[in-house]
Nanobody, 131 residues
Framework: QVQLVESGGGLVQPGGSLRLSCVAS????????IGWFRQAPGKGREGVSC????????YYPDSVKGRFAISTDNAKNTVYLQMNSPKPEDTAVYYCAATRGDFISTVQAMCTTDWVYLQVWGQGTLVTVSS
């Protein structure tokens, strides 16, 4: 069965750091595009970090640019989200999702509008930023 499983969420203090993991099973990420999305109380779903394993292109919205970084380890079939200097407004449930790389036009489009093409979603992991 195809599946994505997130882990690494929890409580983190402002100014700290956290790394989320997303492990794929039933398929290989080498030819896919992958993204991290979040749903926060009072806000709509937002793509926060996306990458294409086809050409290596990435996209970050202004809300996280310079603080978050997405990376992949194809040998482990895993994608990571490094969260540096998290803020209270980063509190949300974080999801990873993936689609075939040739199904998207651009990484930015996948992250911001073309969610219909995302084929597999994880169950989510809760990140709480609080002192």
């Amino acid at each position: 069965q195809v599946q994505l499983v997130e882990s690494g969420g929890g409580l983190v203090q402002p100014g700290g750091s956290l790394r989320l993991s997303c492990v794929a099973s039933g398929f290989t990420l080498g030819s896919y595009a992958i993204g991290w999305f979040r749903q926060a109380p009072g806000k709509g779903r937002e793509g926060v970090s996306c990458v294409s394993n086809i050409d290596g292109s990435t996209y970050y919205p202004d809300s996280v640019k310079g603080r978050f970084a997405i990376s992949t380890d194809n040998a482990k079939n895993t994608v990571y989200l490094q969260m540096n200097s998290p803020k209270p407004e980063d509190t949300a449930v974080y999801y990873c999702a993936a689609t075939r790389g040739d199904f998207i036009s651009t990484v930015q489009a996948m992250c911001t509008t073309d969610w219909v093409y995302l084929q597999v979603w994880g169950q989510g992991t809760l990140v709480t930023v609080s002192s």
